[in-house]
């Protein structure tokens, strides 16, 4: 009876294994899942769009300090202005001159309109009024006012003020009505510099 029942209960182990089936996973909840997918996603887009901002240091390009305390604004095409170029965006558009040179002209003369004297850097206008236009319709096609088109100007600390101002002249000549300069926020006037 004994050798029935050891029998019996061996079958029935083979019968259970035979017809188990495998376990349901029924303790991941996706809900939960893309919650937590969605909060990294919004992270990682905010960390994005924060370090868009972040220019890297050279030294062909330190941005001045200030402390005026203003979100960075990242709406408008930008010209970067380092001690040996000028760029708009990523294309380099003009080779400058050594600094000394530089302090007292600016740009060469045969990169103006009317000489020496001239404000106009043509190579940067005609960029710029290229620029314009394509600001102009993405303005339109948002609803914005295609009026006016703004720039974001990132300088060397020591840019010549003759050379800021011919590439404001230039800018504004190419439809460029509002400008930002980017610096860098320091805590104190004598901070990191």
């Keep these: 009876m004994s050798g029935s029942v050891i029998a019996y209960k061996a079958e029935l182990r083979k019968a259970i294994r035979r017809h188990a089936q495998e ?6 909840n996706i809900t939960a899942m893309l919650d937590i997918m969605t909060i990294i ?25 200030s402390i005026v305390r203003t979100d960075p604004h ?15 965006g990523d294309q380099k558009i003009l080779s400058l001159p050594g600094r000394e040179s530089q302090a007292q002209t600016g740009v060469g003369a045969e990169h103006k309109r009317g ?12 960029v710029m009024t290229a620029a314009r236009r ?6 339109r096609a948002k609803g914005l006012d295609p009026s006016t088109s703004e720039a974001i100007i990132i300088a060397d600390r020591g840019t010549p003020y003759r050379l800021v101002i011919e590439v ?3 800018l504004g000549q190419s439809e460029f009505g509002k400008y930002h300069l980017m610096v860098i926020q320091s805590k104190t006037l004598g901070g990191a510099g």
């Design 23 to 28: 376990p349901e996973v029924n303790f991941l």
């Design 41 to 65: 996603l919004v992270f990682l887009l905010k960390s994005l769009g924060e370090s868009s901002t972040a220019i890297p240091q050279s030294d062909d390009l330190r941005l001045p300090t």
């Design 74 to 88: 990242q709406e408008g095409v930008t010209v970067t202005i380092s001690k040996s170029q000028i760029l708009v």
């Design 115 to 126: 000489g020496p004297n001239d404000l106009y850097i043509v190579p940067l206008g005609n």
């Design 134 to 139: 394509t600001d102009a319709a993405l303005r």
């Design 168 to 170: 404001l002249f230039t």
